[in-house]
């Protein structure tokens, strides 16, 4: 794990980069950031968390680290010694936490611990559209007050110009750096259902509603239909292995 803190006393900003090691984007971002050596108006702590996985371009090394919390300093996997590292790091801090997907192209905010804390983080990301993912258990944001930002396709160059925008916006929001910055006022959905299964192809697009009977996914000659209307979320034909994605609600504005 690499760890960079910047800027003068105790700090209560982390950005966390690469839980998931083939998702590079969140650590282009931070070295861009810290390449130019700016003047931070608050102490920050910059980590890149699986450094093994990023550099064998996996996921993982023996299991998912965002499934590892809260770990074990004496684990016998090396993302549960990593993940009780990790959450020693950021501890007491606010987190933003860089992720990319397979399955849709612009940033948009992940928040499970909503409340006032956590609505500032999403909306300090300027991504238009935050997902209460509370459904989901167990990931970093769980464990802390932070946001995860899925910054677009994995190993695009978009989902890299996507991160640093957002995590120079994130910054310069919450005070830490002073650049051209703007809160968003995001659209909030809410997960309420999984949708499992292997070898699923998705004919849908993520966060455009799908009405009660339409077809979302097809498998040889077998098809899904929606049994309620639900938007799509982090739903892709090869993004997960044993489930499609998500189904949502879209509640309104954060
Ligand atoms: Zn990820």
Do not use: W
């Not at 299964?197 to 899904?224: H, K």
């Amino acid at each position: 794990m690499r760890v960079e803190t910047v800027g003068d006393g105790t700090p209560e900003l982390a950005v966390v980069a690469c839980l998931h090691g083939n998702e590079p984007c969140g650590k282009t971002a931070i070295e861009r950031v810290l390449a130019e050596n700016p003047a931070f108006e608050r102490p920050v702590r910059f980590i890149i968390a699986n450094e093994e996985a990023v550099k064998e371009h996996v996921r993982s090394i023996d299991e998912d680290l965002n499934r590892s919390f809260p770990g074990d300093p004496d684990g016998s996997t090396h993302e549960s010694r990593l993940a009780a590292e990790l959450l020693s790091q950021v501890h007491g801090c606010d987190v933003l936490d860089l992720h990319s997907t397979r399955s849709h192209p612009e940033p948009f905010a992940l928040v499970s611990r909503l409340n006032e804390r956590t609505k500032r983080l999403a909306r300090a990301t300027g991504a238009a559209r935050v997902v209460d993912v509370s459904y989901i258990a167990g990931g970093l944001i769980d464990q802390s007050n932070g946001v995860a930002v899925e910054c677009g396709f994995r190993g695009t160059r978009r989902a890299e110009r996507n991160a640093e925008r957002v995590l120079r916006n994130f910054l310069g929001v919450m005070g830490a750096l002073d650049t051209l910055s703007e809160e968003g006022d995001p659209e909030l959905y809410r997960i309420f259902d999984v949708v499992e299964g292997s070898g699923y192809e998705f004919i849908g697009e993520n966060f455009v509603r799908v009405e009660t009977g339409e077809t979302f996914a097809r498998r040889d000659g077998e098809v899904l239909r929606a049994e309620r209307p639900f938007y799509p979320i982090l739903m892709s034909t090869d993004g997960y292995e044993d489930i499609l994605g998500f189904q949502a609600e879209r509640v309104g504005k954060l």
